[in-house]
């Protein structure tokens, strides 16, 4: 964990390297013809865009396609606990001795790169070397200028959920913007996927994709089904009960659903696919905390679980699972800024029996506990304020039978795994 703090705060403090985000691919373009091109290296690309759902559908695609006896490689955005997880090489995490080699030959590009830039580069590199059948890379935000966006002829382009969630990177501040960064700049040539989305979303995307030449395969291509207490995947050829024990929302079972999908137009088989369903799980997201330093602090009666999901169409996901859990709820909330803290608490209107705001440990964009306990107040939530996890734990954890939930930042619960 200190090796990954240190590696991070060596980046932050680079005077080669810029801390904001600075959309553009000249930079990143440069660096690349001076390394010669090891992007050019890579096989069978595919490109995960959109503003929720990324991670789990690329961690659901990895493990289908390693079932199935083939090396894939994965950028991630962003890290959970360590900065090691953003670059999966092979059948491993990069270590943190090779993240720094890699910089140290970064910077003698002499390029002013983004850090996000610099991190892209540290997976391509290092993913060149190995010769992996598959590469599968995670978009930071929007999808036009981003620098993951340097190759001509990805294998597969799959477009998650767009929502909100990028509108502080956009001069005006709308959806239809978002929309046309994620897809209005999708590859000719390939194949692509949409994920499901909401009717507005489909329609542009329908729209800004009308003159592409690729394979495009739209939501209504699968579907997700209920039968009894049992979810199914469900197409015109194969249908695949989703035994999924550590997946608890529907917004997830969609993602997997997605995944399936790619992963049975690869040439996987169902039987691989069924096989590999049970060991899904996705750290960080809807994940109970079963043992661990926390859950031993707490009372017998106590369930804690995390979400870092921070966007508002996460927070409906999360407060729609909620809802059909019987027992009292409180949360734990914390914030980045760039969010929209007041559209996303909302959604857990008559939810939470009460709500505890705290700030993100080693977090410099994080809300303050003050802000978010206002706009809770605001909202007509019985809310405390607390100045970190430990103390917000204490002004909930009693004998009565509950859940726990943490929630809001992806960040935070890096720190929770980490403390547990």
Partial sequence: MYKSID???????????????NFGLKRIKLALTLLGHPEKKLKNVISVIGESGKFTTLTSLKSFIEANKKTVTAHISPSLRDIKERFYIGNRYLSHKEIKKTIK????????LTIFECLTLVYIINASKINADYNIQETGALWRLDSNNIHDFPRVQIC???NKQHLN???KKTLDE????????LSNFTNIYIGKQSPYVL????FYLKNNRSKITFPNSWQL???????HYQDKKTKIALNTKKIHSKGMLENVCLAIKIALDLNISKKVIKKTLPKLSFEGRFQYLDKGKIKEKLQKNEVIMIDGAHATADAKNLAD??????????????MTKNKEPELFIKQFKGVFKKVVTMPIENEFNSVSSNELYKIAVKNKFKVEKSNNFIEALKKISSKEKKIIVCFGSLYNCGNILNKN
């Fill in 105 to 112: 030959l970064i910077e003698k590009l002499n390029v002013p």
């Fill in 160 to 162: 998650t959920n767009i």
């Fill in 7 to 21: 590696l991070y705060n060596q980046l932050a403090s680079n005077k080669k390297f810029k801390k904001s985000v």
């Fill in 225 to 231: 089904i209920k039968k009894g207490n049992f979810f």
């Fill in 321 to 334: 699972y909620l809802k059909n859990i019987k027992i009292p709820k409180y949360g734990i909330w914390a």
């Fill in 169 to 171: 990177f956009l001069k």
């Fill in 203 to 206: 329609k542009k995307i329908k």
């Fill in 178 to 185: 978002v929309v046309k960064e994620d897809v209005g700049f």
